[in-house]
């Protein structure tokens, strides 16, 4: 006999949370889940954390999302859709200031989620990576065209995308600054970027950057992390396993523990190296130099130079930091707040009109655009490739080209 249909649920027994459930409770989740995998990682965020900032059980997150991946895809996308929304509100040929200030008005109001594009999309598989893709494309070749209309300098593509990482530098670090000033300040960033001319730091216009040597491992330890940084570059640290890495210098995986205790000690090693070798480079660049403006200027030619250099160990080092548990954390975030100090000193010098958190969110976006500059030239080190990204950042910082 079939068992009995069980009773029809009373409107007076339903969960008590339905009546009151928000119709936008998707989009809270979302919203909340890219605050969540910018702060902490795609790998360290986990769904409980999600559930709990916006108030529910990982249960009711689970009727959403089948599974952090599946929102994660969402929340990338999310992050881009916004973006592309934009373009259909402002004109085709409205002036490229208005543009930019519109991207730049989204990017800050949703600056909490804008690491989930900007250094998480590398989980995306597939279909979603080309999807993402194609949208990014589509924001690049509208900032483009605007800035051949208004800029028709060389290397208009170059310029587009170095002008949409100034912008979206608000999204890669903490400071305190009001949203209407964080506003002006990044579109009129980009602004200049779009209108620098690469060609201004063509070489000769300043002398080499002497950066120190590339490390040559004389260890078991240093062939270790030597062998671990672009591994760990290329599929992500947490896909790396240490049979992968001990194999890379022909030990076993238990003998990795003789030089490191653990994988996670590796990774703060490389962020420590990529901390001391930038911090050389500096010491450098600004040995006997004179005037705030060639100081910026150098700072500007050494932080693209190690870019380009020091390629993996710099993309470890900027996406895999937050992986690093506190203790681990704490001396690459202070030796990363000594050099952000160097640069706002000289830069407030040379325009004493900027405050410290105005001059400390100008120097990250010249840092934005080594990254989307960087991109675009796929960090291939050709005559002149660095001495263009260095004019676009010292464009970023609102400083005139050096020439002699």
């Not at 076993?252 to 205790?261: E, F, I």
């Not at 969110?361 to 291939?380: C, D, I, K, P, T």
Request: glycine content about 6%.
């Amino acid at each position: 006999m079939a068992p009995a249909s069980p009773p029809a649920r009373s409107t007076t027994t339903a969960d008590p949370t339905a009546a009151t459930r928000p119709r936008n409770r998707k989009q809270l989740i979302v919203d909340a889940a890219g605050r969540v995998f910018s702060e902490r990682g795609y790998h360290k965020a986990s769904m409980e954390e999600v559930a709990a900032g916006v108030g529910i059980t990982a249960a009711a997150l689970y009727r959403h999302f089948p599974n952090k991946y599946a929102l994660f895809a969402e929340c990338a996308q999310v992050t881009v859709d916004r973006l592309v929304a934009v373009l259909d509100e402002v004109p085709r040929e409205a002036p490229l200031a208005e543009l930019l200030a519109a991207l730049t008005r989204v990017t800050v109001a949703h600056r909490a989620s804008g690491g989930v594009y900007r250094w998480e999309a590398r989980y995306l598989e597939g279909e979603d990576r080309r999807r993402l893709g194609v949208k990014f494309a589509r924001l690049v070749e509208r900032v483009d065209e605007a800035v051949q209309r208004e800029r028709p300098l060389p290397d208009r593509r170059l310029r587009a995308m170095a002008a949409l990482g100034a912008i979206g530098s608000i999204t890669m670090h903490h400071i305190s600054i009001a949203q209407r000033r964080a506003e002006d300040l990044l579109s009129a960033s980009a602004l200049r970027v779009a209108g620098t001319d690469p060609a201004a730091g063509r070489p000769g216009a300043r002398p080499a950057v002497e950066l120190p040597a590339r490390p040559v491992p004389r260890t078991r330890r240093a062939e270790i992390l030597a062998a671990a940084i672009p591994l760990f570059a290329r599929d992500g640290f947490a896909n790396v396993t240490n049979g992968q890495i001990a194999r890379a210098v022909g030990l076993t995986p238990s003998a990795l523990y003789r030089h490191y205790p653990g994988k996670i000690d590796i990774l703060a090693a490389a962020c420590l190296q990529a901390a001391g070798l930038l911090a050389q480079g500096v010491e450098r660049g600004l040995h006997e130099v004179a005037d705030p403006h060639t100081a910026v200027h150098a700072l500007a030619a050494t932080y693209v130079a190690y870019s380009f250099e020091y390629t993996e160990l710099n993309s470890v080092a900027e996406a895999e930091l937050v992986g690093l548990p506190p203790g681990l954390r704490q001396p690459v975030v202070l030796a990363q707040r000594e050099h952000i100090a160097v640069w706002e000193q000289q830069l407030r010098l040379a325009r004493p009109e900027l405050d410290p958190r105005q001059a400390r969110v100008l120097v990250h976006a010249g840092f934005g655009v080594v990254v989307e500059a960087g991109r675009r030239l796929r960090w291939q080190d050709r005559p002149g490739h660095r001495e263009a990204v260095t004019a676009l950042v010292v464009g970023a910082l609102g400083l005139p080209p050096q020439t002699t």
